[in-house]
T-cell receptor, first 119, second 112 residues
Framework: GAVVSQHPSRVICKSGTSVKIECRSL??????MFWYRQFPKQSLMLMATSNEGSKATYEQGVEKDKFLINHASLTLSTLTVTSAHPEDSSFYIC???????????????FGAGSRLTVL | DAKTTQPTSMDCAEGRAANLPCNHS???????VYWYRQIHSQGPQYIIHGLKNNETNEMASLIITEDRKSSTLILPHATLRDTAVYYC?????????????FGGGTRLMVKP
């Protein structure tokens, strides 16, 4: 079945530094990928929609200059947390829609997530 | 998107069937019902989806009421590894962006 790979799975960084998280669709092409954020004991919150070859669409309240998204190919989207601060510490999860699996429905495959800790 | 209501938590004995309810009384005619689960510190995992008819796959069964205002996810023989948060989501197939909106879900605890 469809596989979405995220890297790194865990990252610890100092306040003020930038961190890049990669999301790859391993066996299918994804023109659209989605980035979610999850704080402890909370549900997933959609941050942005990543579109191959064009600008990402950000949800209300998500700073586009802080969370840079690049979707340069049909199998790779990256999320860069710029000038990270402790409040950015969270579980970041990407997802992509597999056209074959989903057919007419919105079946998304999720990555394993990346846990960011900002000291 | 139609809003869903799920119990916050449920317990189930290992080996027994786990029946997870979901209320979606405002569902529209073209909206599908999706179920995902999230095991601790992992990304969500797709389980099953349906529109009108009951569905079954290797993981679970989905029972949708005739009026489509509620559904039940059934794990026929729950194991300890089924302990997770289960999310019921309703969404139209061709919504802009195809993203899914997650609610609070049901935290299922399978006990030995």
């Amino acid at each position: 079945g469809a596989v979405v790979s995220q890297h790194p799975s865990r990252v610890i960084c100092k306040s003020g530094t930038s961190v890049k998280i990669e999301c790859r669709s391993l066996d299918f092409q994804a023109t659209t990928m989605f980035w979610y954020r999850q704080f402890p004991k909370q549900s997933l919150m959609l941050m942005a929609t990543s579109n191959e070859g064009s600008k990402a669409t950000y949800e209300q309240g998500v700073e586009k200059d802080k969370f840079l998204i690049n979707h340069a190919s049909l199998t790779l989207s990256t999320l860069t947390v710029t000038s990270a601060h402790p409040e950015d510490s969270s579980f970041y999860i990407c997802s992509a829609r597999d056209r074959v699996l989903g057919s007419g429905a919105n079946v998304l495959t999720f990555g394993a997530g990346s846990r960011l800790t900002v000291l | 998107d139609a809003k869903t209501t799920q119990p916050t938590s449920m317990d189930c004995a290992e080996g027994r069937a786990a029946n997870l309810p979901c209320n979606h009384s405002t569902i529209s005619g073209n909206e599908y019902v999706y179920w995902y689960r999230q095991i601790h510190s992992q990304g969500p995992q797709y389980i099953i989806h349906g529109l009108k008819n009951n569905e079954t796959n290797e993981m679970a069964s989905l029972i949708i009421t005739e009026d489509r205002k509620s559904s039940t996810l059934i794990l026929p023989h729950a194991t300890l590894r089924d302990t997770a948060v289960y999310y019921c989501i309703v969404r139209a197939p061709n919504n802009a962006g195809n993203m899914l909106t997650f609610g609070g879900g049901t935290r299922l605890m399978v006990k030995p």
